[in-house]
């Protein structure tokens, strides 16, 4: 098994999902008293989100890319940054490392291109919906066409990730309100939703909507393993 290296901290509570998820994908894969290989560098995000909110990105490159680097030179395998939003620094990171980058967009994309879906809604943090690094990616590699909330929805969706999500509350209100979001795209043609931020799927899950879902925590877990298990 190949050494998973993990960037977390954004927030602790999704990294927290992808330990618990990557050892359940091992324990189902290989049975008996076997765990994920895996070392992590978790980051303070009380530092990360105020570099976020003042549009400090070429700061945030520079930590994302000495925190992939501190994996590497622990012996990680791969690179797995556990988080949607900063991966508007993939480019930069991956410039730097001589061990595969594992993309969570990639491994979403080739998961919504498996369901021979075309049209997807995009929910994360603004940065995710309204920056082109996640959507492009989508259209530049793979054709999908990626639609996001309107301003007013997307500023809803934000502030539900980054006042409660993240700070691990999980309210029912909260819920009706992506559940609102994804049915009006529906109306304007969403076959499917990205649940683009890791904490998004502690509060929707598929049985909330009545279109598919892409729980980019999930997958990238699962495209994790595949590379650490081939």
């Not at 998973?4 to 927030?11: A, F, Q, Y």
């Not at 000495?66 to 622990?74: M, V």
């Not at 949607?84 to 490392?97: G, R």
């Amino acid at each position: 098994m190949k050494k998973i290296g993990l960037i977390g901290g954004m927030s602790w509570e999704s990294s927290l999902e992808y330990y618990r998820l990557l050892n359940l994908g091992v324990k189902e894969r290989l049975g008996g008293y076997h765990s994920v290989h895996c070392i992590m560098e978790s980051v303070d995000f009380a530092e990360i989100e105020r570099l976020q909110h003042a549009g400090s990105w070429h700061i945030l490159c520079q930590l994302m890319t000495k925190a992939a680097l501190n994996l590497e030179i622990a012996g990680a395998d791969c690179i797995v940054l556990c988080t949607n939003t900063m991966h508007t620094c993939c480019e930069v990171i991956e410039k730097h490392l001589k061990i595969p980058f594992l993309h969570i967009a990639r491994a979403t994309a080739e998961q919504i291109v498996r369901q021979k879906l075309s049209k997807i809604l995009l929910l994360g943090t603004k940065f995710t919906m309204e920056q082109d690094f996640f959507k492009d990616y989508l259209r530049q590699y793979f054709n999908i066409e990626v639609i996001i909330p309107s301003e007013d929805d997307r500023s809803k969706v934000h502030e539900i990730i980054y006042s409660e999500l993240v700070q691990g509350k999980i309210l029912d209100f909260s819920r009706r309100e992506f559940q609102r979001i994804i049915k009006l795209s529906e109306s304007a043609g969403a076959e499917g939703v990205i649940l683009g931020c890791t904490e998004i799927p502690l509060l929707i899950t598929q049985e909330d909507v009545s279109i598919p879902t892409f729980d980019t925590t999930q997958i990238h877990v699962e495209y994790a393993l595949d590379f650490a298990l081939a």
